[in-house]
């Protein structure tokens, strides 16, 4: 049962145009959510998370929205740069919980320069 | 301040067999949790330990095991090896518990089963 989905594999975008990646979940308990990236061979390196009594959290170029009524939350890059290109999980915690994220599958972010 | 250290990060192991794999983590924080990513299951946790016990433990065989020291440092422990127990394992980090905190992860151990 994957309780947390990341529906499109992979996202190919220009150089300075907007990156927008989805994640989408089926746990109500779930109250916290994260967004990493990860290059080949390295561990995943924390972005930036939001918890469920915000709808936005911003933390530079990087933006995550957060619609708790679609149990729907995505990360907005502005300006995508050819750096970001990476693999991105969305994670989800519940309190109580909180040490066991969820992850996502992941998608392929491709910047073109 | 230093990251998340693992070690080792590449190891080959023969059926059967059995491994043990270590996390070193942030100065600081006492939680540390270890995931396992393949192709197929992508990143699923294994279990969270905290002061030395076990909070929290995923759907994994008894096989996979683990524990913490006194200095926060994380072993995980995987006997009878199996093929399909190849895989990147993670362990991360965090300074609290018992609320939401990111953790922090290191750069793995990538094990492979012949």
């Known amino acids: 049962d994957q309780q947390v989905k990341q529906n499109s594999p992979s996202l190919s975008v220009q150089e300075g145009r907007i990156s927008i990646l989805n994640c989408d979940y089926t746990?109500?308990?779930?109250?916290?959510f994260l967004w990493y990236k990860k290059y080949p061979a390295e561990g995943p390196t924390f972005l930036i998370s939001?918890?469920?009594?915000?709808d936005k959290n911003e933390d530079g170029r990087f933006t995550v929205f957060l619609n708790k009524s679609a149990k729907h939350l995505s990360l907005h890059i502005v300006p995508s740069q050819p750096g970001d290109s990476a693999v991105y999980f969305c994670?989800?915690?519940?309190?109580?919980?909180?040490?066991?994220?969820?992850f996502g599958q992941g998608t392929t972010l491709q910047v073109k320069p | 301040k230093a990251g998340v250290t693992q070690t080792p990060r590449y190891l080959i192991k023969t059926r059967g067999q059995q491994v043990t794999l270590s996390c070193s983590p942030i100065?600081?924080?006492?939680?540390v949790s270890w995931y396992q990513q393949t192709p197929g299951q992508g990143l699923q946790f294994l279990f969270e330990?905290?002061?030395?016990?076990?909070?929290n433990k995923g759907n994994f065989p008894g096989r996979f095991s683990g524990r913490q020291f006194s200095n926060s440092r994380s072993e995980m422990n995987v006997s009878t090896l199996e093929l399909g127990d190849s895989a990147l394992y993670l362990c991360?980090?965090?300074?609290?518990?018992?609320?939401?905190?990111?953790?922090?992860f290191g750069p793995g151990t990538r094990l492979t089963v012949t």
């Open positions: 991360a980090s965090r300074g609290a518990v018992n609320t939401n905190y990111e953790q922090y």
């Open positions: 746990n109500s308990m779930f109250d916290y």
């Open positions: 939001i918890s469920s009594i915000k």
């Open positions: 994670a989800a915690s519940r309190s109580g919980n909180t040490g066991k994220l969820i």
């Open positions: 100065s600081g924080h006492r939680s």
């Open positions: 330990y905290f002061s030395e016990t076990q909070r």
